[in-house]
T-cell receptor, first 110, second 115 residues
Framework: QQKVQQSPESLTVSEGAMASLNCTFSDGTSNNFRWYRQHSAKGLEVLVSIFSDGEKEEGRFTAHLNRANLHVSLHIREPQPSDSAVYLCAVSRGNNRIFFGDGTQLVVKP | VTLLEQNPRWRLVPRGQAVNLRCILKNSQYPWMSWYQQDLQKQLQWLFTLRSPGDKEVKSLPGADYLATRVTDTELRLQVANMSQGRTLYCTC????????????FGEGSKLTVL
């Protein structure tokens, strides 16, 4: 069964400094990678989806995928306090069974 | 406009009672609907994906039993039973196109607390 692990567990950055989150997965045939964030008591908000090796940018959020290294990362440019949330990495083959990491708690200090 | 509407959003569940959750899809363009469960501050875990009206599945996990039903093209239900006393559980639904790419959309979740 797919294992998805995120690091760090928690991350505190100052407003405006780059935030970098990491995610490793175990199934090398995975082809569908997404980053979500979850503010407490709210639904999941999709940030960026990536399906092939390389980089994908959506606004201030950039995902990097390296399937050979079983690694996908998320970089947040100029983070703001409103970006404080739990960030979840989601990995699957296709859309129908998705495995999530445990999440990284991001705190952005003013 | 929210693509997925879940109700109830929150329910106190007397011990031993089952609870029925609904997930309503506002755009049937995304036919693959799924349920996920999440304990407080723990990992989000996939439960079921049901594509067609009439599809049903059951699953037993530590702490609760689940029965999912795809009622119509736009409604997915989840019955949660035998929840452990004192447990707080979030159930979230999603909808997507299926296949290898395409976006997934999530509901805002239903919070269940067992008395």
């Amino acid at each position: 069964q797919q294992k998805v692990q995120q690091s760090p567990e928690s991350l505190t950055v100052s407003e405006g400094a780059m935030a970098s989150l990491n995610c490793t997965f175990s199934d090398g045939t995975s082809n569908n990678f997404r980053w979500y964030r979850q503010h407490s008591a709210k639904g999941l908000e999709v940030l960026v989806s990536i399906f092939s090796d390389g980089e994908k940018e959506e606004g201030r959020f950039t995902a990097h995928l390296n399937r050979a290294n079983l690694h996908v990362s998320l970089h947040i440019r100029e983070p703001q306090p409103s970006d404080s949330a739990v960030y979840l990495c989601a990995v699957s083959r296709g859309n129908n069974r998705i495995f999530f990491g445990d999440g990284t708690q991001l705190v952005v200090k003013p | 406009v929210t693509l997925l509407e879940q109700n109830p959003r929150w329910r106190l569940v007397p011990r031993g009672q089952a609870v029925n959750l609904r997930c309503i899809l506002k755009n049937s363009q995304y036919p693959w609907m799924s349920w996920y469960q999440q304990d407080l501050q723990k990992q989000l875990q996939w439960l079921f994906t049901l594509r067609s009206p009439g599809d049903k599945e059951v699953k037993s996990l530590p702490g609760a039993d689940y029965l999912a039903t795809r009622v119509t093209d736009t409604e997915l239900r989840l019955q949660v039973a035998n929840m452990s006393q004192g447990r707080t559980l979030y159930c979230t639904c999603s909808a997507g196109l299926g296949g290898n790419t395409g976006q997934l959309y999530f509901g805002e979740g239903s919070k269940l607390t067992v008395l």
